[in-house]
């Protein structure tokens, strides 16, 4: 057996435990708004609005304050992953988001990955970029305030993939990428996800995001990351968006909790879940029934949506400064049945402007 190598003080793995636990406490979850400018560009081209820098700065300064006489962001969000356009941009005020955050007591999160490229030898994986100048920009971002940061790999299911060669190389990064951050104090999300795009069944899903999730914590235990400083972001398993046939959001939830007791140590404090292009009220639904399950879970099972969390705000937005209260409303309204879900007191259906509409993207991309 390989011997330890503890390469973090006490303190500093005392500091990202903390992060990583008040993250996932109680009813919180993760705001997901790093969304690349391609993307942002087809979001905002679906309400007619120009995809500037200005109008991405405004939207998401909606929804970093969002607020009403009842609620405010803080009472159901404890962390948000900025692109990092927006961790530099500040308000009409001239003060910088990331401590409009802070100032509330929500973590900025900062998107560390650079993208997918094809990772050659294989029939059309990819793996994820960024690596290079990563300790500079972990120093940069920590000294400016971001407590916790996320990392993308994808992984496609099909006749021969996901290929040895794509889970081994993926989990590497992922494992490498984690390592960097917890040196600089940051807490690394691991983001290792399924896509849904095929016709393969709940089982099929179930059998590949076991194998991912066990290369990721075989690669994250040799590189010694410290998991209880760790939070994981997987894919909710789920059946292909083309498989014919329809399952509940019991099946789903134990198919995605028995993959996760296989997998995932119990040293993780939390799991914070991303969408994968279902509709808001799928989305939460079925993280509702994961936590209503009678067995055993060591972690905290959370969120981290981001179209499930912004599609009804930004519907409601339209890019109009008279709409900024009903899009902060629709925001925390998804918000606080979000928070429900993660203590799985959720109880009914809640219709917001694009609650039951479809956000699946084909290979997506973020």
């Not at 339209?318 to 049945?337: D, I, M, V, W």
Request: net charge negative; aromatic share 6%.
């Amino acid at each position: 057996m390989a011997a330890s190598n503890k390469s973090l003080t006490n303190e500093q793995e005392k500091e990202l435990a903390d992060i990583a636990n008040k993250i996932v406490a109680e009813g919180k979850g993760v705001l997901a708004a790093d969304e690349i400018n391609a993307t942002m560009d087809k979001r905002f081209g679906n309400i007619g609005v120009e995809n500037t820098a200005e109008n991405r700065r405004i939207y998401r300064e909606l929804m970093i304050s969002a607020a009403d006489e009842e609620r405010q962001l803080s009472d159901y969000i404890s962390g948000v992953i900025l692109h990092d356009e927006t961790f530099h941009q500040s308000n009409d005020q001239q003060e910088r988001l990331v401590n409009v955050l802070i100032k509330q007591g929500i973590y900025p999160g900062i998107k560390l990955d650079k993208g997918v490229v094809p990772l050659p030898g294989t029939d059309d994986e990819v793996t994820a970029q960024g690596l290079d100048e990563l300790n500079g920009r972990c120093a940069e971002y920590k000294k400016h305030g971001a407590a916790f940061a996320k990392w993308r790999c994808v992984l496609k299911i099909g006749s021969s993939t996901p290929s040895h060669l794509a889970m081994e190389q993926n989990a590497t990064v992922l494992a490498r990428y984690a390592s960097v951050c917890q040196q600089h104090g940051i807490v690394p999300i691991v983001e290792p996800e399924v896509l849904r795009d095929g016709d393969h069944d709940l089982e099929k899903n179930q059998q590949v995001t076991e194998q991912v999730l066990s290369y990721t914590y075989k690669a994250l235990m040799d590189h010694h990351v410290y998991l209880e400083g760790t939070l994981l972001k997987p894919n909710m398993v789920t059946a292909g968006q083309s498989c014919s046939k329809k399952y509940t959001a019991e099946e789903i939830s134990k198919a995605t909790v028995t993959a996760l007791q296989r997998t995932v140590p119990a040293a993780v404090p939390g799991i914070v879940f991303l969408s994968g292009g279902q509709t808001e009220e799928e989305s939460t639904a079925n993280l509702d029934a994961m936590n209503k399950l009678n067995v055993v879970k060591p972690w905290r099972l959370s969120f981290s949506f981001a179209r499930a969390l912004q599609a009804s705000a930004l519907k409601a937005w339209q890019g109009k400064p008279k709409n900024r209260q009903q899009a902060q409303k629709e925001l925390l309204t998804r918000a606080s049945a979000n928070s429900q879900a993660t203590q799985g007191n959720y109880f009914g259906n809640v219709i917001t402007s694009a609650s039951g509409a479809d956000n699946f993207v084909s290979q997506h991309v973020y």
